[in-house]
Nanobody, 115 residues
Framework: QVQLVESGGGLVQAGGSLRLSCAAS????????MGWFRQAPGKQRELVAG???????NYGDSVKGRFTISRDNLENTVYLQMNSLKPEDTAVYYC?????????WGQGTQVTVSS
């Protein structure tokens, strides 16, 4: 059974940093594409960053140059390093894994950036 558990969210002041973690079980993350999404109140869920099985990364326009997605194959974990945070980054952040037959989502972790 595939499970994704996010952690690392919290309250931070504008300009600060946070690192989110997505720990996977039941599947090897290095063999799949994974991504971070976020959803703010009243808004649609949007892609923040993605990483493919061969390590190719892509980012949403609003986070380019500030956020970095990475993967630790030994820990079977994907990370999202978020720097220079802005109040508009406030959202629930979700980890997604693209499996062969379906997608898997974590439960989400709240990130709140105060001005």
């Amino acid at each position: 059974q595939v499970q994704l558990v996010e952690s690392g969210g919290g309250l931070v002041q504008a300009g600060g940093s946070l690192r989110l973690s997505c720990a996977a079980s039941g599947i090897i993350v290095s063999r799949t594409a994974m991504g971070w999404f976020r959803q703010a109140p009243g808004k649609q869920r949007e892609l923040v960053a993605g990483i493919t099985s061969n390590g190719f990364t892509n980012y949403g326009d609003s986070v380019k140059g500030r956020f970095t997605i990475s993967r630790d194959n030994l820990e079977n974990t994907v990370y999202l390093q978020m720097n220079s945070l802005k109040p508009e980054d406030t959202a629930v952040y979700y980890c997604r894994l693209s499996g062969v037959a379906r997608e898997y989502w974590g439960q989400g972790t709240q990130v709140t950036v105060s001005s």
